[in-house]
């Protein structure tokens, strides 16, 4: 059962009883809150996602409430501490949203993670590590309009059994120009509602393809790794980067290296080896999306596992 | 390495910190990744450095035998510039906590 099974009031009913429990894969997380407009951002932007049981083990429960008497203010808690404490609630779907962001990745340091978007053609993945400002999420959510299947907006969860990335599609958080970018440029594409006034800006999520949350158990091998720089009016260039220097700007984007000690440095180093290190300049998202259409790996992939 | 770095190291052996098993990683011969599980840290080095620290690696060495043992390995001359080099890399390798020197 997804969550757009729930009608409107099983899903109020769930969010204001033992909360809305789903999977993101590979995690499950539960809202509670009484706040219908949450509750129906929510099932907005998980629509296609698989709905658990009120009382399944989870990852990260938020619970939202209202700041009585102050009827414009909330309070987002993460397993029972203060994570936000005053916030506007005009803004407290987006918040909500980037809360779970924050909340999901905190913790799986089972696997090593690196800030980028992933994406994948088949079941070779493209890894886009970047900053905010970066262009990433953009370069991401087009690529996915192209038929890119997305694995992650935020976060490459890289598994140390295997070294395949483990997806874990969620809704991407496009912000300011970028949303209008991607509203015409993909008509088709299913955007929500646009939330100005938050720290990063005007924020809308781009919903992801029911494609690829029901292939979210797929693991994809990592093939290239791509750090993209957006400039306005530059052409699209994609220069090869070396690998000493490809481990080290990785290494400044993964969230938990120093967590995993020398097993960070080996995971990161089998990454490195097993992809094409390329730094991607663009100014135009159609001339960058050309390029990866072109894109194709030089020597064959050969898995991991040695299978 | 930083210009600021001493021209000089102390006199006596040189050896890679012996709490930091240095891990290696190279895929050409320019540019060299090297992690110390000591301090957590990761460097980017270039082949000179690369080639004092697998000689400290192997063995504890003066500054004299490790500035030869190193130009032979790169097939240089030595001369008054290449020792100066050498002397003040050690210095920064030993701030960095990769060498030390021992008794």
Same mark, same amino acid.
């Given at each position: ?56 083990? /989870? ?33 407290? &779907? ?7 962001? /924050? ?41 996915? @309009?192209? @038929? ?14 295997? @070294?395949? $990335? ?12 970028? $949303? ?9 594409? /299913? ?31 990592? &093939? ?12 699209? &260039? ?44 663009? @100014? ?17 992939? /050969?898995?991991? &596992?040695?299978? | 390495?930083?210009?600021?770095? !001493? ?49 400290? !690696? ?21 001369? !008054? ?23």
């Amino acid at each position: 059962m997804k969550l757009s099974d729930l009608s409107e009031s099983e899903l109020l009913s769930r969010c204001r009883g033992a909360g809305l429990a789903w999977r993101v894969e590979p995690f499950a997380v539960r809202v509670k809150t009484r706040l219908p407009d949450v509750a129906r951002g929510l099932h907005f932007l998980y629509a296609d996602f698989r709905l658990l049981k009120q009382d399944a083990v /989870v990852d990260a429960e938020l619970i939202v409430r209202r700041k009585l008497p102050m009827a414009g203010w909330v309070s987002i808690r993460v397993d029972g501490t203060v994570h936000y404490n005053w916030l506007r609630r005009k803004l407290v &779907t987006p918040m909500v949203e980037w809360t779970m962001n /924050v909340s999901m990745f905190q913790r799986p340091h089972q696997y090593f993670l690196v800030h980028a978007g992933v994406v994948a053609r088949g079941d070779r993945a493209a890894i886009l590590p970047g900053r905010a400002g970066s262009g990433k999420s953009t370069l991401a959510a087009a690529l996915v @309009g192209r @038929g890119w299947r997305l694995l992650s907006d935020e976060v490459a969860l890289i598994r140390p059994t295997d @070294g395949l $990335i483990q997806p874990v599609p969620r809704p991407i958080s496009l912000k300011e120009e970028s $949303i209008d970018i991607i509203r015409r440029a993909f008509p088709d594409a /299913v955007l929500g509602p646009e939330w100005p006034g938050t720290t990063k800006g005007t924020v809308a999520h781009m919903l992801p393809p029911s494609d690829s949350v029901t292939r979210a158990g797929e693991p994809a091998r990592p &093939t290239w790794l791509i750090f993209p720089i957006f400039d306005k009016g530059a052409s699209a &260039t994609l220069e090869p980067m070396t690998k000493a220097k490809a481990l080290m700007r990785t290494a400044d984007n993964a969230f938990n290296y120093s967590v995993l000690g020398r097993q960070g440095f080996e995971l990161l180093a089998d990454l490195i080896d097993r992809c094409e290190c390329h730094e991607f300049r663009y @100014g135009n998202l159609e001339e960058a999306l050309r390029r990866f259409d072109r894109l194709e790996p030089s020597t064959p992939v /050969v898995s991991p &596992t040695g299978t | 390495m930083p210009q600021h770095a !001493e021209k000089s190291a102390p006199r006596g052996r040189w050896a890679i910190t012996r709490r930091s098993p240095l891990l290696w990683r190279s895929w050409d011969d320019d540019e060299y990744v090297v992690y110390s599980a000591a301090s957590g840290d990761t460097h980017l080095i270039n082949a000179v450095t690369a080639a004092v620290l697998h000689h400290l !690696e192997r063995s504890a060495l003066e500054l004299p035998d490790l500035i030869h043992t190193v130009a032979e390995a790169l097939d240089t001359k030595v001369d !008054e510039q290449f020792e100066s080099y050498i002397a003040r890399l050690l210095v920064y390798l030993d701030q960095i906590g990769l060498v030390e020197s021992v008794p």
